[in-house]
């Protein structure tokens, strides 16, 4: 039986999406990154194996990446296909892009926020494959998203998609955190979009 999602559940999922604060610091660094030189991504010779076959279980408690992800961000108890408790089937999600409600899993993408031909092709390239799979399982660079909407996005970079505005404040601080940690070289459209956000996003 469906279970009916409660005026009470929805606020809480709706204010766990608020809750991030664009302050200062963000938005210093996003202007640092709107201050690079040019760079013309090269797409070239990207191939996805490279980064992911597929999600690690790196406890080995057979539940991936993926499954472990799931549990964690359920607003509710999960469902398993069985009693192995390997394999989530339900639970309830908000998709941060949308605002929807999710609560079968396989609706559900785990979306690189940026993703990862993206980031082959403005600095990626040059990695060690030890590096590579560790951009691809970085959790500070993932989220849980309807699938169709990821697959909307694909490996656009701001300047070609952004979520809903309501989260687009969050979702900028989270490609600035990711563009920074791993050096990435942004094309100038896409510093620019995350310029104008980020200093609407400070009030600026």
Known sequence: M???????????????????????SDFEETKRLSEQGDNVSDFSNYQRDEYISSWIDED?????????????????EVTFTNSSQCTVTGGLWLDPYLGKVITIASDLDVDHVIPLAYAHANGGAAWPRSRK????????????????????????GPSGY???????????????????????????????????????????
């Open 162 to 204: 952004l979520p809903r505005k309501e989260y687009q404040c969050d979702y900028v601080k989270k490609w600035q955190l990711v563009a920074t940690k791993y050096k990435l070289e942004l094309p100038v459209t896409d510093r620019r979009v995350l310029f104008s956000i980020s200093t609407a996003c400070s009030g600026l």
């Open 60 to 76: 080995g408690d057979c539940q991936n990446l993926r499954h472990e992800m799931l549990i964690r961000h359920s607003q509710r």
């Open 133 to 156: 799979q560790s951009f691809a399982m970085d959790e500070i660079n993932l989220l849980l998203v309807d699938d169709g909407e990821n697959q909307l996005k694909g490996a656009k």
């Open 2 to 24: 469906k279970k009916l999602l409660t005026t009470t559940a929805l606020s809480i999922l709706l204010v766990s999406l608020a809750s991030g604060v664009y302050g200062q």
